[in-house]
């Protein structure tokens, strides 16, 4: 029997978040999906980018809040704490504001 582990998605090491750099840990992957924790600390997409993944994405926000929007879209999605969205696969999505210290789950799947 492998070791049980019990860890905290709110735990992290403080020199792994900066203002140039989010964080990002895959939790667990296996070759039909991923589940990923991701630590903004009031990063924003770059001008003129578009993120695009070739799976589809659930995407919780655990802590803080968030402003994403989507390519063809004139709205502005503002995610809470709590909020859950899905992002099909290949549309183009930015995210246009993350407070400091949000904590994102996210999984990806086929």
């Known amino acids: ?34 589940i990923e924790r991701i630590i903004s600390n009031g990063q924003q997409t770059a001008p003129n980018i578009w993120l695009e993944e070739n799976t589809n994405e659930f995407v919780l926000l655990l802590e803080g809040n968030s402003k994403l929007k989507f390519y063809g879209d004139n709205d502005l999605y503002n995610l809470n704490k709590g909020d859950w969205l899905i992002i099909p696969k290949n549309t183009k ?16 799947y086929e």
């Open 1 to 34: 029997m492998n070791k049980i582990s019990i860890n905290n998605i709110f735990s992290y090491n403080k020199n792994d978040i900066t203002q140039e750099n989010e964080f990002f840990e895959n939790l667990l992957k296996e070759k039909s999906f991923k």
């Open 93 to 108: 999505h930015r995210v246009e504001f993350t407070d400091k210290l949000t904590f994102w789950l996210t999984v990806h």
